[in-house]
């Protein structure tokens, strides 16, 4: 059953504390995506990565760190550096970003809440 | 960066009713994409044109593009209860290997 988890759903951070969200797919996809969306807003791109062991900032990458050690993993680190990090985070991945195909499969979202 | 608006935010009709949501964008494009999302969940991919297509179908959702004046749109006719989501477009910008998104449109369809 291929697809793209995401976990946890919900998270509770204190303020000043890193937390880093865990993003997985087993589709075989090259690139992935970690995008922040706010309450009535669109996706704002964070970092992404289109092969392993290399990505680059998106938008609003201030505050956030990325690794990509394995295909299948791309995890997010919010840090204590970003400003405003409560958001519902999106994390994502296509095919091949080279190609016409270059839909995105969206895992589930994390709702990060820091207080 | 905001490439993508989409018109209206917000948009209520009857279940069967025909529901028509456009996105306007800035710059020349490889591709526009629709995306619907259910509250509180990831994003589904709806379908995709090519900057060289004027109209796509699938099912019941029908996307035009036209280049000329950087604007899309999806109709989605006989609507149902289920199709109550937010709907995003967003681009690909020619020399661009990421999409941008619009803010979406939220669509809420009666019984």
């Known amino acids: 059953d291929g697809g793209i988890t995401q976990s946890p759903k919900y998270l509770f951070r204190k303020e000043g504390q890193n937390v880093t969200l865990s993003c997985e797919q087993n589709l075989n996809h090259d690139a992935m995506y970690w995008y922040r969306q706010d309450p009535g807003q669109g996706l704002r791109l964070i970092y992404y990565?289109?092969?392993?062991?290399?990505?680059q900032k998106g938008d609003i990458a201030e505050g956030y760190s990325v690794s990509r050690e394995k295909k299948e993993s791309f995890p997010l680190t919010v840090t204590s550096a970003q400003k405003n990090p409560t958001a519902f985070y999106l994390c994502a991945s296509s095919l091949d970003p080279g190609s016409w195909f270059y839909e995105q499969y969206f895992g589930p979202g994390t709702r990060l809440t820091v207080t | 960066s905001q490439q993508g608006e989409e018109d209206p935010q917000a948009l209520s009709i009857q279940e069967g009713e025909n529901a028509t949501m456009n996105c306007s964008y800035k710059t020349s494009i490889n591709n526009l994409q629709w995306y619907r999302q259910n509250s509180g969940r990831g994003l589904v991919h709806l379908i995709l044109?090519?900057?060289?297509?004027r109209e796509k179908h699938s099912g019941r959702l029908r996307v035009t593009l036209d280049t000329s004046k950087k604007s899309s749109s999806l109709l989605i006719t006989a609507s149902r209860a289920a199709d109550t989501a937010s709907y995003f477009c967003?681009?690909?910008?020619?020399?661009?290997?990421?999409?941008?998104f619009g803010q979406g449109t939220r669509l809420t369809i009666n019984p």
């Open positions: 990565s289109q092969i392993v062991n290399d990505f």
């Open positions: 967003a681009t690909e910008a020619q020399g661009a290997q990421k999409l941008v």
């Open positions: 044109i090519r900057s060289n297509e």
